[in-house]
């Protein structure tokens, strides 16, 4: 069998690493036909050289540039969608329609174009004026990024096409991709998408590099490698924890999209008002795509009245009613199990389900769990272990002093959604919860689940760690998330006609948003 | 001899600590009178509960609250200026004209003041709403903040009273300031004006601290305490390393500003225009203060011919010439001689000075070391060694050429200069040297000399690692330097009246700007 081919500086070559991989596919168990190459450390780093002096060809160029490659990009990925469906249904069993289809590929597409309007609109970089001082500052490429994409969204994470991909080439950044292991294909198409539309759109050899794997320690290397920018990771706690010790002891940037429970408080106005709504509406967010979303609603507490009773046993139906949705692979399904009988050591019970089932597709049964609110109290670190997958754990509290305190020893997560009642029966619980679980999460949501992430100005997916690295970034969110790939460069005293374009006394474009003396203005 | 207290929880209380540590006036050399205690775990843990009770107090309060706060402060310290400056110039043996009386206090002053017109503004938040999505984020106090003052600034960067206490607090957190060992009465006057401020203005018991020391490992505790949200950090690479790996590993974000040469690169052409002008602008930044800025110019590299020649010695005379200053300590003076001793170790070799002098006040001989273009490349690292203090270190290049090799090798730092012939001369190697050498700086600066940091809005105080930690955040510069304290928050769906002020449609002010579905406006 032929070994697929890497692509660094401008070319898709034979690896020189002599280990391979292969996909499988979980809906059949069967080994996919692509073999994949590990990359040794010697093609990492001509990666890394090639991505190096790309970010130097490309430094100072407009915007415009950049956009155009992300346009020409989305446009080939329209094109070619029906073979990257095909190749991602395969590799990640998620459904075509409406998921791959209809939902992640149009989004993929969007955040690409979304992308490149800030690139083209130049208003990303918060030009920062004195003229009096003649003091200017912008944000700027901070140099080749390096984009683990995590397993659950083949195309809108994927390391050569999603979100970090868009932000990092919005900012002008070259990026080295690393396609997840578990749907190499895809990476591989979408690569071949990326390159494609690069040469069409002039941008240097070594702009856009995939590679599929490497050892750990060698993404360790790559991340502190002192020719590289900055890192953006989506993935698991444990490989996210290890990639960004030695990225910060290289005091490079990295952003992490670690593990999150994003839990769910009902409030028992909510159940009293609305209870089945609210039962159909958490069941369709936690199974949805078999559960494997960073936002996933992983924990909900409630209280344990009779309402508190009726809904878990709603939710129960429903889990016995849907039908177990596959998984990505046979490690999300092992780690799944282990979770929940983690989960079950540290106090949990099982509601429903909890087992894997038998093959050939990779499945668990959907699992709900529930715990009182002093076990919870009691094993708080422990009964916080995430899921990956179709599970949730409930918690009963006691009362609302036992769901306060629970709100209190939460980790940092990516979301934390309040129900309450619509005519204001909860107001006085609310204003006691909301503080407290503001201050531990990215996103606060009202009377919705959290696993719509829109692609909004306005959105955060972020938050304290360990949901990330630093509360301070979005990894989605236009522009905001561009801003995790820029340095800021000022300019002080610098002779007007070698001040980059967005820095002069004339608005470059007639329309870029710049602060001038105080004030944000188009003129 | 009665132990000084510290200020925790509200109330100044002596120690619980056992050990203490005396100021020595570095100009007679001699001990000064009062005794500070070295803070025990037990204390420091006690101050971190009070920090995070008062977060938890003034959650949700008005930016106005915090500007009451900060504008009462800086008129108490004009107030007790003579004091503030007396104890300032027996510390540090800082001038008390024109530095610490017409300089330093003053911009310390301006710097509380402009932080308190930022927190009553409340535009530093940067509210983002997606009124059709319903999504709004804004910017968010991200918890107790600890604060290390370095040795050099007594006022404008002290932990109680600089401008890193001034974001945190403009930015809604409170502050546990570390007082630089080298000058604890002054810290101590700057507290004692800070509390009474906060009494005045009802801020909560335990939003202004102060501690004057503890034992490296428990600084290490602090900054990765759970209870903290951040820290910021002025002083050494050694210490400052430290404390990040420690603030790292618990995913606390650190702002450090370390060690800096600040290269100055002083092209051929403005040498023949204008040797002996920048030899004057040269020698004064180099030995104002006795070199002890974090912008001190100790790289300056230019090209070794006749004119080149003629410009180390315009120096060496002035160097000559200009009595030697003293240091802020013994700790300095040994520093500074050892790290010549490294330089020259390396292959600079002496023009003038690189000796301590006898007694009584603290002193080295203004130095000038001078290294070839060869040497420095063959031994980058160690010839970037920072001497800081009244010393720099000149490169004198054979030629273009490796003049912009030299560029290459340098490593992160706060600022870069650039010299050139004002008649364009030197336009085309100008066009070589900057992007190579923007890159590695914050802060890019034509014909000036980079000591003088002005508290603008478009200032970019921090650089690359090893400059600082993180190149796209700013330490001086209001607002910006703000958002190191600040914590992303998204409302998503959240009801109208639970909102906060500035995400409401109604802007609160009717002069906040906010971002408005795409657009900046202050509607």
Same mark, same amino acid.
């Given at each position: 069998? *032929? ?6 500086? /401008? ?5 020189? @690493? ?21 990359? %040794? ?18 430094? /100072?160029?407009? #915007? ?11 446009? =080939? ?56 001082? *003649? ?23 994927? #390391? ?71 890192? @953006? ?19 490079? %940037? ?34 949805? #795509? ?11 507490? +409630?209280? @344990?009245?009779?309402? @508190? ?18 998984? +990505? ?63 949730? +754990? ?13 709100? #209190? ?12 009642? =619509? ?48 509360? /301070? ?5 236009? %522009? ?22 967005? +820095?002069?006394?004339?608005? %470059? ?15």
């Amino acid at each position: 069998m *032929n070994v697929e081919k890497v692509l660094i500086d /401008g070319a898709w070559g034979e690896s020189t @690493g002599r280990e391979t991989f292969q996909a499988v596919n979980p809906q059949t168990g069967q080994t996919l036909p692509g073999e994949y190459p590990v990359s %040794p450390w010697n093609e990492i780093e001509r990666a890394v050289r090639a991505a190096s002096a790309a970010a130097w060809r490309v430094r /100072g160029w407009a #915007g415009e540039r950049f956009a155009a490659f992300l346009d020409a990009f989305a446009a =080939r990925l329209e094109k070619r969608a029906d073979e990257l469906i095909a190749m991602a249904h395969a590799e990640t069993a998620l459904a075509v329609e409406p998921r791959l289809k209809s939902v992640e590929l149009p989004r993929t597409v969007n955040q690409l174009r979304q992308a490149a309007a800030a690139a083209r609109d130049g208003s990303w970089v918060q030009a920062t004026i004195d003229t009096k001082a *003649n003091i200017r500052s912008m944000y700027a490429p901070i140099g080749p990024v390096v984009v683990f994409g995590p397993n659950n969204f083949p195309f809108a994470f994927n #390391g050569a096409a999603g979100g970090d991909f868009a932000a990092a080439i919005a900012a002008g950044n070259p990026v080295i991709a690393k396609g997840h292991t578990s749907h190499p294909g895809t990476s591989r198409l979408l690569a071949e998408e990326a390159h494609q539309a690069s040469l069409e759109t002039d941008l240097p050899s070594g702009f856009v590099q995939l590679i599929y794997r490497t050892s750990h320690s060698d993404g360790e290397r790559l991340v502190a490698h002192p020719l590289i920018g900055a890192t @953006g990771y989506t993935g698991s706690r444990q490989a996210g924890l290890r990639l960004k010790e030695a990225a910060d002891r290289a005091g490079k %940037p990295i952003y992490l999209e670690l593990s999150s429970i994003n839990p769910v408080f009902i409030l028992p106005g909510a159940l009293e008002e609305r209870l089945q709504d609210v039962a159909q509406e958490f069941a369709t967010s936690c199974l949805m #795509g078999t559960g494997q979303f960073c936002t996933n609603p992983g924990l909900v507490v +409630l209280i @344990g009245n009779e309402t @508190g009773e009726k809904f878990v046993e709603a939710v129960r139906q429903r889990f016995a009613q849907a039908p177990a949705g596959t998984l +990505l692979g046979a490690g999300v399904q092992r780690n799944l199990v282990q979770s929940v009988r983690a989960l079950v050591a540290a106090g949990a019970r099982s509601v429903i389900g909890g087992n894997p089932q038998s093959g050939p597709a990779i499945r668990c049964e959907n699992t709900l769990l529930r715990v009182d609110g002093e076990t919870l109290l009691a094993h708080a670190e422990a009964l916080q272990t995430e899921a990956f997958g179709n599970e949730s +754990l409930f918690v009963v509290a006691k009362d609302e002093q036992q769901l306060l305190q629970i709100v #209190g020893t939460l980790e940092g997560n990516l979301t934390g959604c309040i129900y309450s009642h =619509r005519g204001g029966a909860d107001d006085a619980l609310y204003e006691r919860v909301a503080p407290l679980l503001r201050a531990r999460v990215g996103r606060l949501l009202n009377d919705k689940m959290p696993t719509g992430v829109a692609v909004s100005p306005a959105m955060n997916h972020g938050g304290p760690f360990p949901a990330t690295g630093h509360p /301070g970034f979005t990894a989605v969110g236009i %522009p905001a998330s561009l801003r995790r790939f820029a340095m800021l460069e000022c300019y002080d005293n610098v002779r007007p006609h070698r001040l980059p374009p967005a +820095l002069r006394d004339a608005n %470059p474009t007639g329309q870029m948003w710049r602060f001038v003396d105080g004030t944000w203005t188009q003129n």
